[in-house]
């Protein structure tokens, strides 16, 4: 089980992180998501990954997160009503997901070599990766749930790959699908030669 | 200068340069596809880690190139890859004025072919995964089309291609720290699940395969069609690099059988779509599913003659699918709706593209004298020979995928009234001619091309 409790606040930040995500849809609260997901995972991966590594992560992430921001800036924030029935579903289904993961969490310490809440907090970010992902058809969510999925695989990774080339290439996958998010989410006009 | 710059490096850095020129479409195309041709043409003639010879210069062509630690190794067993890859770039790229394909489309093109290229020679070869996802994330871009946000099927690529590369690394590391210690079989198993998973998600197994036929629906066909091809081609020569990296699950016997089956359902499940497909550009797609599943049928005979004519097939597999490509882009000039009742009496009007597209069609089939049907006929015969059971759902699966092809032939002769006319461009009639010629070729004469061949493809070690 926990090792350390302080190790809570990441994994309280990135459930919150989660929920931001899943149950709402104003861009502005998805991106501070984001943001908040890549400090949780900093808070993880600097305690098991050299602190270089664990930094150029955490300002790639907030890098990726203030391009998004940037794109969507001039565009502007829909304010759907708030459907409660929406929000407890997604929000008890995440809880259900996470529930799930930190039981077994600790099975999973058999396979890679690092403390509990490393791999809860992995799991919790690559989870809710996954529910955005399967539950949204928008471009810049879809974005958004890809960003906080390689998040939860930097938890993981990180501290078991020590190649600065890989680290630095899996850096700009995640500059790269900020890139790309951006580009699909507000492009409207192509390349396509008349 | 080592192999790796020259295959990787340069196409890289030439890609980054023609970007910027990209609005001069047929200059860059040309540029692209010389450049290709002439590193097919090196990787055809010059053994990697001997002497290249310039004139009175002599530069010793060493075979690796280390970055950040890692290296980056092409050897003289990789040379019948790289000839097969920038052959077939070369063809996309000249092929892409005539298609009209998006003006990014040869730098970014040539980027992909750099990184996939890159992906085979990365070393230690887990981290190929790495590459091709940098690829994909590439081509998506690319693939959006005029006055259309990102549909659903650009949207799952998108996905797809993200979700793989962590299910691949955490397989590889797992699977590479078991290496040492094969006993915790239980952990293996866990791996090689993950694993193939990652795969599934990169190949479009079943179920995973909706995205194919949506990208090329969405898409320009030119553009969906090489990225298709090329990154078809990448996985499956990194499978072939992982089973033959992991020696313990090149040698675990259930392996193959499950590799079969997978490769069985694509091709069965991509036939029967395919039959009840109502769209030209979407049958591409399940086309591209089945010969990924015939791949891996291929790779599950676990001997050389059938990896030999997996080798082989690429040549002629990749050659039909860039002039079906061609045909489908030049084709929706006059007929931009591809569906089957809008291309009524299209062949009287488009004589040559649809020719071309429905020889290509065939031979991908492995119809008798094109150039598909000797590496099927030698895949058949090697299946037969292992499960009867699984070459008649092979067949069921070719068979829906001849019924699309009747019901395509069908469509496009449609109109009985309507007159023959050749509507086609000259550039693009030389293209599709040579094409088709190229195809009857190597279905008619085949050893010219294997004797040409057998030098470089006795090198390629899974082989032997």
């Known amino acids: ?51 270089g590594i664990a930094l150029i992560k955490l300002v790639t992430g907030l890098m990726a997160s203030a391009l998004l921001f940037v794109s969507f800036k001039d565009q502007k924030s829909e304010q ?36 509990y809440e490393t791999i809860s907090g992995a799991l919790i970010a690559l989870t809710g990766g996954l529910l955005v992902l399967g539950t949204t058809k928008e471009p810049a969510k879809v974005t958004m749930g890809i960003l906080v999925l390689y998040s939860g695989f930097d938890i993981l990774y990180t501290p078991l790959e020590s190649s600065i080339l890989i680290n630095g290439l899996l850096s700009l996958i995640t500059m790269l699908i900020a890139l790309v998010g951006m580009y699909i989410s507000t492009r409207h006009e192509s390349e396509y030669e008349e | 200068m080592s192999a790796p710059l020259l295959f990787i490096v340069l196409p890289l850095i030439l890609a980054v340069i023609l970007f910027a020129f990209q609005d001069r479409k047929i200059a860059v195309a040309r540029i692209a596809s010389i450049i290709s041709l002439f590193l097919a043409l090196i990787a055809f003639v010059q053994p990697i880690g001997g002497v290249l010879a310039l004139g009175p210069v002599a530069i010793h062509f060493q075979d690796s190139l280390s970055v950040l630690g ?60 790495v590459l091709v996802e940098l690829a994909a994330i590439l081509t998506i871009p690319m693939l959006l089309t005029k006055d259309h946000a990102a549909g659903p099927g650009i949207l799952r690529f998108f996905v797809f291609q993200a979700i793989a590369l962590p299910a691949i690394l955490l397989a590889g590391w797992i699977l590479g720290g078991s290496q040492a210690s094969v006993s915790n079989e239980t952990q293996l198993l ?55 990296g992991f020696i313990w699950l090149r040698d675990t016997a259930a392996l193959y059988p499950i590799l079969r089956t997978v490769g069985v359902v694509m091709v069965v499940t991509g036939g029967v779509w395919a039959a009840f497909q109502q769209d030209a550009r979407r049958l591409f797609g399940y086309v591209v599913i089945i010969e990924n599943g015939l791949a891996l049928v291929a790779v599950s005979m676990q001997n050389g003659a059938a990896l030999s004519s997996l080798y082989y097939s ?50 991908l089939l492995g119809f008798p004298l094109l150039a598909s049907f000797p590496s099927r006929l030698e895949l058949f015969e090697q299946l037969a020979s292992v499960s009867l059971i699984s070459m008649i759902w092979l067949f069921i699966g070719i068979g829906g995928l001849y019924l699309a092809a009747a019901r395509l032939l069908s469509a496009v002769f449609g109109d009985t009234s309507a007159q023959w006319t050749v509507t086609e461009k000259p550039g693009e009639l030389v293209l599709f001619t040579l094409g088709v010629l190229a195809l009857f070729v190597l279905g008619l004469f085949p050893q010219i091309v294997v004797s040409q061949l057998s030098n470089l493809m006795s090198m390629i070690p899974f082989l032997n």
């Not at chain 1, 908040?36 to 991966?45: D, E, K, M, N, R």
């Not at chain 1, 809880?95 to 969490?105: E, I, K």
């Not at chain 2, 030119?222 to 996985?235: D, K």
Request: glycine share 6%; hydrophobic share 65%.
């Open chain 1, 1 to 51: 089980m926990m090792e350390h409790w302080y190790n809570l606040l990441p994994l309280i930040l990135l459930m919150a992180a989660g929920v931001s995500l899943l149950a709402f849809d104003d861009w502005r609260l998805m991106l501070a998501g984001v943001a908040v997901t890549y400090f949780g995972a900093f808070l993880l991966i600097v305690q098991a990954a050299p602190a």
């Open chain 2, 314 to 363: 690429f040549i002629p597999h990749l050659l039909a699918l860039a002039i079906f490509a061609l045909s489908l882009s030049v084709m929706m000039k006059d007929y931009p709706d591809t569906q089957y009742k809008s291309l009524k009496g299209a062949l009287k009007s488009k004589p040559f593209a649809f020719g071309a597209m429905l020889v290509a069609l065939f031979s």
């Open chain 1, 80 to 115: 759907p009503a708030l459907a409660w029935s929406s929000l407890i579903f997604k929000v008890t289904a995440l809880a259900l997901v996470w529930l799930v993961m930190m039981l077994v969490a600790g099975s999973f310490q058999q396979i890679f070599p690092l403390n």
């Open chain 2, 70 to 129: 890692r290296g980056f190794f092409l050897q003289d067993g990789d040379r019948f890859i790289l000839a097969i890859v920038y052959l077939t770039a070369a063809f996309w790229f000249w092929g892409s004025v005539a298609a009209q394909a998006p003006k990014m489309f040869v730098p970014v093109g040539l980027a992909i072919t750099a990184v996939i290229v890159g992906a085979l020679a990365v070393e230690p070869f887990l981290y190929a995964g």
């Open chain 2, 190 to 244: 866990q791996a090689s699940i993950i694993l193939g998973l990652g795969f599934a998600f990169w190949l479009a197994v079943f179920p995973f395969f909706p995205w194919v036929p949506l990208v090329m629906k969405e898409s320009h066909p030119y553009t969906a069609g090489f990225i298709l091809c090329m990154q078809s081609l990448g996985i499956v020569v990194i499978i072939i690099d992982y089973m033959n």
